[in-house]
């Protein structure tokens, strides 16, 4: 694997980066905290997203960057293939995204995935590796180089290579083994606890069936008997209903003769009424005609007195009429004096007012009308108007006495006109009253004569009708007693079929009873078979678990026991070039104590230098790395070296450094983390990272080292002006 470029914005330290990785020994130069390390986590971080970030995702935007995008891209290859891998952070709830391009010539050849878990899951299968195998294989840290040494037991140390190596994953497997094996026990016995033998519910269900036979026949025998006495109880039922059939018609025969009785009473009753009543007008006749000479003298008498007033009434209509025209005539004089009194009222008042205007002149004054002076005409025309005056007074006091004899006139004839009017009116409903009286007198005669004839006719119809009735009843020969009898017996049936159907019902509900009994024990069968049937699987679960524990721990020991040898040789190889033939073998025994060969001796670590202590765990460190990389078999083309320096004199450094110089067949790209300015010069390429002390953001170069080749080195590192999210890569 190699890394191609990377460009980083908004995260962490750095605002914008954009870099091209060169190939050979690099060296990442830089104060501490500069972000010298947090340079090289980036790539972690494009590849795996948070899972391989050393804190929450908060505190991975640039700080003061707002809602700005973090964005990572990490091009990279694998193989023959180009990879493209971006990851972004986005909006206030900084949501995840990744996606990933293979390219092909310089360009994105197609989408391979898309999404962060997509994306972890296609970059941990292109790689063999998660993100902590990533880190042990192309990481190596100063404090993972001491621990090697510095724990105190040989467990502690077993536990630190197994942990690095990924061996921990077989223990978690074992485990997870265990933790299955101990449930599945658990179940196993408390489902063995709960296991009946199978023959005493074969014999319990044995007995059901049995009771459910003993219950059918009691069942059958019942149907049958209950078949019998529905038969009997049919003819019984036919029996009854016939004469209950009976019994109604009888019944409504003895209303409908109970009604015509009663309707016949009741029509003698209105017949003897009104023939008692006819009677009575019949009586009133005869003796009207044994007195008829009489009646008819009266009626003689009454004729000549009658006859007068006959008369005296049509006079009297005659001058009501005449009095009628009067008083018409009256009220017409009445209001033609009333006119001419007004007229001669204005007369008198307008002779009045020339006498005083007269008066007011003297002689010698003109005339009103002509002009001329009145002189000897003065008192003839005051004389005039006195003497006019004087008449119309004396004619309006004579009209006024006439108008008031004309009203007392008109108001006598009003009275008598209203005395006569009401006398007519009486005439009239005397007249009126006597005809009616007659009318009804005639009217009840006819009336009582009719209803005679129609109550004769009921009668005759009510009575034919309670005849029939009589000959109905009679053909119906119904018998109240036979009724009665039959009646109880039908009872009597009802209530032996009642309670037969209310045993026949017990024997049903004892036969159901029975199959729910049967259906119970079976279904406790298959329970058990089931039980049963868990059982085994389970058995044979525990045994797979216990062989499947017992191939993860021989697995175990025999990679372990690989791991050791395997360790010591690449370790001896890599000490014996760094230590310059110095010390030839590193060992690692069966208790991991770590020992070093001192001209063909063995002695522990811990009797060596400082330096050379850091140099034999530099060593070990180196070879964890290519175990892990061989396992997962990915090439090892890259390694990142976090201030593995440690205590190292100059001189030892840079025989260090010359050796990692040497590696480069087999690292490609090696890159040395490191606050040592000094060393600078054995670097083919130096990546500087410098902090801003205002702002506190860093920003990086990239420049040739003295060790520089044309061939390793790519491109300068120019940070990005004006960066910004890629656009159609991630949506």
Not at 197 to 205: A, H, S, Y
Not at 372 to 391: P, V
Not at 656 to 666: E, N, Y
Request: proline share 2%.
């Amino acid at each position: 694997m190699r890394l191609i470029s990377l460009e980083l914005l908004n995260y962490r330290k750095f605002k914008a980066v954009n870099i091209a990785f060169p190939d050979g020994l690099i060296g990442v130069i830089g104060a501490n905290g500069s972000g010298k390390s947090t340079l090289m986590e980036a790539l972690a971080w494009v590849i795996y997203g948070n899972l391989a970030s050393r804190t929450s995702k908060e505190q991975i935007p640039t700080q003061g960057s707002g809602d700005e995008i973090t964005q990572g891209i990490l091009t990279l290859e694998i193989g023959n293939q180009i990879y493209q891998v971006i990851r972004q952070l986005k909006g206030q709830n900084l949501s995840s995204q990744a996606a990933v391009y293979v390219k092909q010539d310089g360009s994105l050849k197609e989408q391979a995935a898309k999404g962060t878990e997509a994306t972890q899951i296609f970059m941990k299968k292109v790689l063999g590796l998660d993100y902590q195998s990533f880190f042990t294989s192309f990481f190596a840290r100063q404090q993972e180089l001491n621990l090697l040494s510095d724990l105190k037991t040989p467990a502690q140390r077993q536990n630190l290579i197994i942990r690095m190596l990924g061996i921990d994953t077989i223990d978690y497997a074992r485990e997870l083994i265990k933790k299955d094996r101990s449930l599945s026990l658990t179940k196993l016995e408390t489902l063995k606890g709960t296991l009946i033998d199978e023959n005493e519910l074969q014999i319990e269900l044995a007995s059901k069936e049995k009771e459910r036979n003993k219950a059918n026949k009691a069942l059958e025998k019942a149907l049958a008997n209950q078949k019998t006495k529905r038969d009997a109880l049919e003819k019984i039922v036919l029996d009854y209903r016939s004469l209950e059939k009976n019994r109604d018609k009888h019944t409504s025969l003895k209303q409908d003769w109970l009604l015509a009785t009663h309707r016949l009473k009741e029509c003698q009753n209105n017949l003897k009424k009104y023939q008692q009543e006819l009677k009575e007008i019949n009586q009133t006749k005869t003796k009207l005609n044994k007195n008829s000479s009489q009646e008819q003298e009266r009626n003689k008498l009454e004729s000549k007195k009658t006859i007068p007033k006959i008369k005296d009434k049509q006079k009297y209509i005659q001058e009501l009429e005449k009095l009628e025209v009067d008083l018409n005539l009256a009220l017409k004089a009445k209001y033609q004096l009333s006119a001419s009194i007004k007229n001669l009222k204005d007369l008198l008042a307008q002779t009045n007012e020339n006498l005083e205007r007269i008066k007011r002149l003297g002689p010698n004054e003109p005339c009103p009308l002509c002009k001329r002076k009145l002189e000897q005409h003065h008192q003839t025309l005051n004389n005039h108007y006195t003497a006019e005056i004087t008449r119309i007074t004396t004619e309006l006091s004579s009209l006024s006495k006439t108008l008031q004899d004309k009203e007392k006139k008109a108001g006598e004839l009003s009275k008598s006109i209203a005395l006569r009017r009401e006398e007519k009116e009486k005439l009239l409903q005397e007249k009126v009253h006597y005809q009616a009286s007659i009318a009804a007198l005639g009217d009840r005669e006819n009336k009582a004569t009719k209803e005679i004839r129609r109550l004769k006719t009921d009668i005759y119809q009510i009575k034919s009708n309670i005849e029939n009735i009589r000959l109905q009843g009679k053909k119906l020969k119904f018998d109240e007693e036979k009724y009665l009898i039959a009646k109880k017996k039908y009872d009597t049936s009802l209530e032996a079929k009642h309670q037969l159907d209310l045993a026949t019902k017990e024997y049903e509900n004892n036969v159901r009873l029975s199959d729910l009994k049967i259906k119970e024990a079976k279904e406790k069968i298959d329970l058990y078979k089931s039980a049963k049937k868990n059982v085994d699987d389970l058995s044979k679960k525990h045994r797979q678990l216990d062989q499947l524990n017992g191939v993860f721990e021989k697995f175990r020991t025999n990679l372990v026991g690989r791991i050791r040898p395997a360790l010591s040789e690449k370790s001896s190889h890599l000490l014996s070039q760094l230590s310059e033939g110095k010390y030839s073998q590193l060992e690692i025994d069966d208790k991991y104590e770590i020992n070093a060969y001192d001209r063909d001796k063995k002695y522990p670590i811990n009797r060596f230098s400082g330096g050379e202590k850091d140099l034999a765990n530099l060593c070990l460190r180196l070879s964890i790395s290519e175990l892990m990389l061989e396992r997962s078999q990915t090439d090892s083309s890259f390694l990142i070296l976090d201030e593995v320096f440690g205590s190292q004199d100059s001189q030892r450094r840079s025989s260090i450094l010359h050796t990692l110089g040497g590696l480069s067949k087999r690292y490609r790209q090696l890159f040395v983390i490191t606050h040592i300015e000094d060393i600078k010069d054995a670097f083919e390429s130096i990546i500087s990272v410098q902090e801003d002390d205002d702002s506190k953001l860093s920003k990086i170069s990239l420049s040739e080292g003295s060790n520089y080749s044309v061939a390793s080195f790519k491109q300068s590192l120019t940070p990005l002006s004006s960066s910004s999210p890629v656009k159609g890569l991630v949506t």
